[in-house]
């Protein structure tokens, strides 16, 4: 980094708090997606007012800034496209208030998603999106994305519990948007704009969430079905049966296959799966709502049943979902994993799409999703280091995505645009809505230097 | 109107659907506020390229042009500050799709609230926001002002419900944003900034909604207080209990009064009173949440707490709710309806406040109220005629403003600012926040022809 460049920085948040050691660079240069791109330097602000500063600084001699949590993000979003500096916000670490009878929760960026629940936990509330890289991703990087998690089909995105922000915007002027209160009808909603802008519109430096009593009860179910179109079409019917599962996961026959073979699971072989939890403040609502779904398991042909009658049998019943995680990481072959979503009645044929695609450009495509709010991960198995396959992999990613938009579906239900997804905005937005974005873009940030590169912005 | 405008309007949607006459005029100058301003012109387009091409024309000639709904809105919002057209949307009334299986509910912006609802009674679903003009206003002006109601506190407000909108913009481009998918992580969200966006920033032709299966067991209770501070603290201490009653209606001793006296109710008399109803899919978890509210009463002084065992007993208790607001119309004075809302915390510092603000310009405020999420209706009477009192209204107004942002709050929760708050924006949101709302509106309306004068913007 350049010396001058390093003095005006260190003035800002100390000598110690900035680098351009090498190891820090590397570690800065990837994140849990597949691309890689290297900071000139990195900085650990710990105040907003040290974070303005900098923007103020890099707004003034041009220099790309990007923003990081965890770097859990799966596409790309934290990772620096064109250099410049990474800004680590996990050391705005701070729960700064909680406020039960106000249903608020004040948090810095950097605090990570399972500290706030422990947090809330003795209270007896939750922040509900429950993203699957809760234990150790941060809340700045959740509002950054939009998180979303296996309880969306019931309890919704990170954006639907966002209530207010603190921001520093690109040119380092400091704003709050939003409010403290459960509604507000007052001006123009930038909050949830800046939700979801995955750091591009500026950083938020305080968050405000709206919290919930945790349910009391629960009820855990499983059925194995001998076809996929008959497990595609119970999810459309549990949608009709008038409650809402608040976990609906979906397994095909692939993941079950090395769920069985690699981690010994004793799982009934079918051709897919689905596991169900409802809850509620009652036993009774949360088994009602279980034995709606039963049925419609039982109308759609299901080969086996399973209610959890205890505790420990319901953690059985989860246990292949929950070491999904790492039976895949063990897998001889690398996996891309994508995230498209459709309307729920759109699973089936998405479904039998993506086997063609497999077909036709002969890669392994396995699916599990959250399937009670239409949000489908494709997991493409293959080896990084045979060329045509990789290619063929991007190949058959591109298609996938465009069946999932012809199909009346998004790019992504929670990982986000970021780098990944980037060249396929075209398929999902007409030219209007993306000229819209980009002039918010502009508007905002003349000299394209927050997190430039990203959502496919030229 | 122009002969050579109205000639060019009349080719857009037909001699029939284009007026200047002086009847249709009056009728489009006055909404449901107390403000008046008549339009030199008003249209009714039926097709989405029609709104596009009446925009564009607009656009190239500097027409001002205020979308309009059913009229209900309580702050001008649909009003020609400026005069040129009113655009009146009922005529695009058409529920065009609703999909169970994907919970969607897909309709142009002139269908009314209460016909989608009715629509979706017999397929077990429902849209909850539920405002209290539900039986008249449309789905597009609740769009446009993000319209809560009395379930807000379990089910959020209109914003929390949209998923996508066709949207014409000032120039008349059509776009489309959002999707019909339960979630997206796909660019910025355009969706819920254009929601509440008092019709200032694009004129919504298509709305894509979500729907909620309906809840099929509730149970209703009331309690009367000694005290009012005991009520609120009450509020703040069913937050705490663990439970989310889907209504939670405050009521004070002025609005007791006349219901007792001027509607003849058998209500306890006393110095505030709660209305809950909680909800579920069994009657068991609508009671156990009744049970802990009760407790709450108890522990807080209640005088007297009833609860229904019947539907019928639970209609009786509502009733004095429900002929609110014939009651307060049939009262010999005028009547300023206000709607801000706070964190439920600071309900009984609000409550104090408006007392002293009461006294302090001799002026009688009711208040009611949705507690549940903080937001209250304070009810202003006097008699127009009187100028001074009229006078000292408005000032007490700007009080209650002024203390319910100091107390952290909103200046309103469901009824937007139109032309009521405009001149208070300040008031809640820092300069930089105006600044970026104001830049918006300039991007995408250079001209200011789409409801200008309202929102407090130049």
Redesign the interface.
Known sequence: MDEKLKKALADIVGKENVTDATIDLVSYSSDFSEHEHRPEGAIWPTTTEQVSRIMQLAHKERIPVTPRGAGTGATGMALPKVGGLVMDLVRMNRILDI??????AIVQPGVVYADLQRALEP???FFPPDPASGKVSTLGGNVA????GLK??KY??T??YVLGLELV?PDG?????G????????????T??F???EGT?GIATEITLKI???P?ASSTGLAAFGKQGDAGDAV??I??????PSVCEFLDRHIITILIERAGLDLPRCDAMILVETD???Q??AD??MEKIIAVFKNHHAQEIKKASTADEAEALWQGRKSLGSVILGLPFDCLVEDI?????KLTDLLEGIEEISAKYGIEIMNLGHA????LHPHFLYNEADEAQAARVQKAVADVFALACDL??????????GLS?APF?GL???P???D??W??KR??DPHNILNPGK?GFP
């Open positions: 406020r039960i009878e106000d249903r608020l209270q007896g509330f994305t939009n998180a979303g969306g089909a919704g995105t954006r639907d915007l002027r400091i704003t709050r948007t409010s403290r209160c459960m509604k507000s009808a007052s001006g123009y909603e930038l949830r704009l939700v979801g802008s519109l919930n009593p945790r009391l459309s019917e949608m009709h049966s008038g409650i809402i509620g403040y009652t009774g609502e009602f709502q979503t459709v309307p729920m009645s009670g709010d239409g949000n009346g579906g998004t790019l992504t239900g929670e990982h986000g645009i997804k905005m999902e937005h007409d209007v809505a993306l819209l974005m002039s918010f508007l905002l959502m």
